[in-house]
């Protein structure tokens, strides 16, 4: 059986390579030349979330043992997973790709599925703007592939290196796939490449000399995708999604504080205002956004909730601001601010900062 088309439609791969290694480096310039691996502790059995190339080329992995690891490379810098900073520098990541393409599915801390132009030129230039902009924004290198198929674009970032862009153009398809051995396909690990290099198929015509039927019987419905994978089409559909609509955050008031009727309203209402702004702060920050209209909801014990909203003029980003806001919005209620229950901040008309209408429906 002859593999069948390639879909018409292009996806994009956009990647920072090695994501925990170049935040460390970025962070420390001085690490930049030495071999580093990133995970837990040593001395209580931690492991290895991340290692640098040059580790991994020893046979060091993700998930081996720190203390296995440094056997193999005493030479090597290790440094706690701060996974705090990591996902914080994933959402400026976000912010900086959604200033650019305005849909995209998230893969992980650093990784981006997204539709791209079908011209070999138009997908170049959206890979340079997108590695320039990562790299004004966040000092972080960014490598990117293009192709027909989801499985295929990250194939061609992963063939860059750390940062460049590839496209692999429709009728460039078969002859890239025809030189990949069995082991870059999605879902092969040591086991299935074991077991179809006993079939005699170490690379993808390997496999495609097997045949659908006799995959399918061999591995079940793996094999069946297997056969698809080789035929240049990924049954994975691309989930593309825009920045958040909203942004909420709400806090329920303890009883011994709302029942007590000599709090003035700075010291009872206030505290959870700032708290829930510098929340919402910290969200906006993470994603790159501004917000255009502001809601804060007021659950009363024993009533129905109480709303009151806010269009304004200038977004706002700062979490001064939103407690400004929020407190006029409160002044508005006229509820008994002594039965407040709980209170919501919500944050609509979210705008990725510094972006504009024309990058984001460009695709």
Not at 93 to 116: M, N, S
């Amino acid at each position: 059986m002859s593999p069948g088309p390639a879909p018409a439609s292009f996806v994009g791969f956009a990647e920072v390579p090695d994501f925990h290694i170049e935040v460390v480096r970025r962070d420390s310039p001085m690490l930049r030349s030495r071999p580093l691996l990133v995970g837990g502790d040593p001395a209580r059995r931690g492991r290895v979330v991340a290692a640098s190339p040059d580790l991994r080329e020893r046979g060091i992995v993700e998930g081996m043992g720190l203390d296995e690891a440094l056997d193999r490379a005493p030479e090597a810098h290790c440094v706690r997973t701060d996974i705090h900073r990591a996902r914080a520098v994933s959402g400026r990541l976000r912010a900086a790709i959604r200033k650019e393409v305005g849909a995209v599915e998230i893969d992980g801390l650093a990784g981006f599925f997204l539709r791209t132009p079908a011209e070999r030129e138009a997908v170049l230039a959206l890979g340079h703007r997108l590695a320039r902009r990562v790299g004004e924004d966040l000092g972080l290198p960014l490598r990117f592939g293009a192709a027909s198929a989801r499985f295929i674009a990250r194939m061609a970032a992963e063939d860059v290196g750390t940062r460049g862009v590839r496209f692999v153009a429709a009728e460039e398809l078969d002859g890239y796939l025809l030189e990949q051995p069995v082991a870059r396909l999605p879902g092969v690990g040591p086991k299935t490449a074991a077991r179809l290099a006993e079939l005699g198929a170490t690379d993808v015509p390997g496999l495609r000399r097997i045949g659908p039927e006799r995959l399918e019987i061999l591995l079940g419905n793996p094999g069946r995708t297997l056969w698809q994978l080789a035929s240049g089409r990924d049954p994975t559909p691309l989930r593309l999604k825009r920045h958040p609509a909203t942004l909420s955050r709400e806090e329920t008031l303890p009883e011994s504080v709302s029942e007590d009727r000599d709090q003035t309203l700075r010291e009872l209402v206030r505290p959870s205002l700032e708290r829930l702004a510098t929340r919402l702060e910290r969200a906006l920050r993470r994603e790159g956004l501004t917000a255009r209209r502001i809601a804060l909801r007021l659950t009363c014990r024993g009533a129905r909730p109480i709303t009151r909203s806010r269009s304004l003029e200038t977004p706002l980003e700062r979490g001064s601001e939103i407690v400004e806001v929020a407190e006029a919005l409160l002044a508005r209620a006229g509820s008994d601010l002594r039965e407040i229950g709980r209170i919501c901040i919500i944050l609509r008309g979210l705008e990725v900062s510094g972006a504009t209408n024309e990058q984001l429906d460009l695709f």
